[in-house]
Each structure stands twice: as C-alpha cells, then as structure tokens.
C-alpha cells in the first residue's frame, strides 16, 4: 500500500512539475518530449512519464505525434483567441454567479488577493520585471478568488485548465502590459464588491481582450 501511494505522488509531482515548466515555457512549443530525455532530467521512470504525458496531452498541453511520441503543443494566434473566448464563457458565467452569492468571507478573500496582485504590479511599475512570474501566480489567484463563490466544483476545474493554457501565452510574451492592466484589476474589484454584474462582465471581456492583443503585438507567436 505505501509503494502504491509513494508512485501516486511521484506521479502527481512529476505532472505537476512538467505542466508548470510548460506554463512557464521552460519546455517551449513544439519541443519533442522524449522518453529519455524527459527521464534523466526530471528523475523518474518511463512509465510514469507515459502516464503524465497522457494527462497532460488530455489537457491539451502537449500532442501526441503517432509513434513519434510527444511533443509540446504549439502556440499560434488562432489557438490564443479560441482560448480567450472559451475562458470568457466561463468566466462571465462564473462571475455572475459569484456575484450573486458571495458572503463577506468571499469579499474578504478577494480584496486579499488584489492586494497581493497590486503590491506586485506596483513593484513591476517601478521597473522589477523579473516579478513577471510572481505576478502571473497572482493574478491568477485574484481572477480564480473573484469567482470561488460560483457553487461549482467542476466550472472552477474547467477554468482552471483554460486559464493555465491561456497564461503559457503571456508567459511566452514574456512582459507586462504596465498600468492599464493595473487600473483594470482595481475596476474589477470595485464593481465586484459593488455586485454591479454587468459593469464587471464588461470590465473582464476588454482586459482579457486587451490580454490577447498584447501579446499578438510582441510577436511571441505565430499565425
């Protein structure tokens, strides 16, 4: 029994490990995924790989490329939009039905994560842009805090996994959009605490429009 729950976690941590350096673009689009490579350099055996990379190709992180193995899945312009228009579904769905249920714990969590987002944004503005990956992990945490009160275990889940495929892009643009990205966190705290949906519905689908041009404009991507 130990064995087996000791080759679980191994397992977990390794797809964890793998999906974050995909995230991160440690391992970049396109980049083949061989068995062992992979096993040398993230220490564990070729079976648990296989089992990772099927996961992660189910999540669409990677693809499977016939007896060729895997590969990291590539990034392209019409991919980014697809998946910002997928996460605007969830999300304004989630947001709304955050809105109209959230009790004070929910206010309380999500004026605590903008001020973890803010602290790290004001420390970007002042020129600290090897902060881009902290502020990555916050912003996520303030988008996910602002519709924890959805009632929604599996929504929340599917966001989770549009959302992380949506944040490899900013990170492989590798910048900050600087203060409007700022002042659009603040407006959608305030119209979240206001429980003004349809201002905040409004203030989500132009920041994360404004996201995907952003980093169209840094040529990070293809076509």
Not at 65 to 83: C, H, I, N, W, Y
Not at 178 to 184: I, R
Request: proline residues 2%.
């Amino acid at each position: 029994m130990d064995d087996a729950v000791a080759v679980d976690s191994i397992g977990e941590v390794t797809f964890r490990t793998i999906r974050s350096d995909i995230i991160h673009g440690v391992l970049r689009p396109g980049d083949k995924l061989t068995l062992d490579r992979l096993r040398q350099h993230y220490e564990v055996s070729v079976g648990t790989l296989r089992e990772v990379l099927t996961r992660l190709a189910s999540e669409a992180f990677v693809v499977a490329e016939g007896q060729k193995g895997f590969a990291v899945a590539p990034a392209s312009e019409a991919d980014l939009r697809e998946l910002g228009a997928l996460r605007l579904l969830l999300e304004d769905h989630a947001l709304a039905l955050s809105l109209a249920t959230g009790d004070l714990e929910w206010e309380g969590r999500v004026v605590a994560a903008h001020h973890k987002l803010a602290a790290i944004e004001k420390r970007l503005l002042a020129g600290e842009s090897n902060r881009i990956p902290e502020w990555i992990r916050y912003d996520r945490s303030f988008h996910e805090q602002l519709i924890s009160a959805c009632g929604s275990r599996s929504l929340m889940a599917m966001h989770t996994s549009v959302f992380d495929r949506f944040v490899r892009y900013h990170m492989l643009a590798g910048s900050f959009r600087g203060k409007p990205v700022a002042d659009d966190h603040l407006a959608l705290l305030e119209a979240a605490l206001a429980r003004d949906g349809k201002t905040a519905q409004r203030l989500l689908d132009a920041h994360v429009n404004k996201g995907i041009e952003h980093v169209v404009r840094s040529g990070a991507i293809g076509r």
